[in-house]
């Protein structure tokens, strides 16, 4: 914590009275950077994903992450928001190169589902709910895993979440699951690999396949593949599959009821990128869903006045990304959509 705050503080100094940043100091953070870069991730992807070709164009969006990673820092060291942020390997990354991982994208007619042809939440007004709820506290959740930098698999990752933490809890073996098995084989349902895909598509393929492989037998390389499933690889099952409606009530009484749930959020915000720990609490995240994510939890923060009610969401971007790959988001407003396509399978 001490180290953070030096890092805050020193994060003031990078502006001036106007409250523009020094480019002469952004310059050596900038070549600083690099040099981390390529020392920790090195390879001939970096020039093309971490490390734009065009010099200027890298340094300025370098200088724009770092902009609005200080801003942020200092309006969470003053106490005006509740979450930190911080440089990571995309940061001299286009907008469009780090929209890449975002690939939820479901059809019109999905992203707002029609009841009629599909099962939905079966709601009850009750009024008691845990105070608090973590179903890696349950052995639920598998570890994190990271999709890549290169595939818009995430809809792969929340899918086999939420399928996950049904088997672990009817069947008491937690169990990963393999996403290249979705991105590779549920394309004559609507997916499209590692381009995009949609977590009904992935469940509609575990239905009529039938069956999922795990991720040993079917390991995740992150590319587009000819589908290699064969029946002696299954290893989990779906018989339907439930859509939740868009109420932060009913969701929180799905979580408990049901498990994690598969949910999609806007994603494309650097506050959502470099986002590091704390209680996410962006109201600029507001708009279209884009990111495939999975519920794992919800609690309340009593530091703060009033207490902050949260929810838990586990992320496909590595445990290097936010509370080791998981994120508190704030409760309460549908901050990024977080109830606009919530999903999961029946066993």
Not at 107 to 121: A, C, G, H, M, R
Not at 153 to 182: D, P, R
Not at 226 to 243: D, G, K, N, R, V
Request: hydrophobic share 30%; net charge neutral; charged share 20%.
């Amino acid at each position: 914590m001490k180290f953070f705050r030096i890092f805050l503080i020193s994060s003031i100094f990078l502006f001036d009275n106007s409250y523009t940043i020094n480019d002469i100091v952004i310059r050596e953070k900038y070549a600083n950077w690099k040099r981390k870069i390529l020392r920790t991730s090195p390879g001939s992807q970096n020039s093309t994903i971490f490390l734009p070709s065009n010099t200027s164009e890298g340094f300025l969006n370098f200088k724009k992450s770092l902009m609005d990673i200080s801003k942020q820092n200092i309006k969470f060291l003053t106490g005006r928001s509740q979450f930190q942020m911080k440089l990571n390997i995309q940061a001299s990354s286009s907008d469009a190169a780090k929209n890449i991982r975002n690939g939820f994208n479901p059809p019109k007619t999905s992203e707002n589902p029609s009841l009629s042809t599909s099962d939905s939440f079966d709601y009850q007004d009750i009024t008691y709910l845990p105070p608090s709820l973590d179903y890696r506290d349950f052995g639920l959740v598998t570890e994190v895993r990271d999709q890549g930098y290169t595939c818009g698999s995430c809809y792969a990752f929340s899918a086999n979440c939420a399928l996950e933490g049904q088997v672990a809890k009817y069947y008491g073996k937690l169990t990963a699951l393999s996403e290249q098995n979705i991105v590779d084989c549920s394309t004559s349902y609507g997916n499209k690999g590692c381009d995009y895909g949609y977590m009904e598509a992935a469940f509609k393929y575990a239905k009529f396949n039938p069956g999922l492989a795990n991720g040993t037998t079917y390991p995740y390389y992150g590319i587009d593949n000819q589908c290699q499933y064969t029946p002696q690889m299954l290893s989990a099952e779906i018989s339907a599959y439930t859509f939740v409606p868009k109420d932060e009530n009913i969701l929180k009484q799905a979580l408990v009821d049901v498990g994690p749930l598969s949910i999609a959020i806007k994603a494309d915000l650097n506050s959502i990128y470099y986002y590091t720990g704390g209680i996410y609490d962006d109201d600029n995240c507001r708009g279209t869903v884009n990111h495939a994510v999975c519920l794992v939890g919800y609690g309340t923060d009593n530091t703060t006045t009033p207490p902050t009610d949260y929810w838990i969401i586990k992320n496909s971007w590595s445990n290097d990304w936010g509370e080791n790959g998981f994120m508190k988001m704030k409760m309460g407003t549908n901050l990024c959509g977080i109830t606009n396509y919530v999903i999961y399978p029946n066993i």
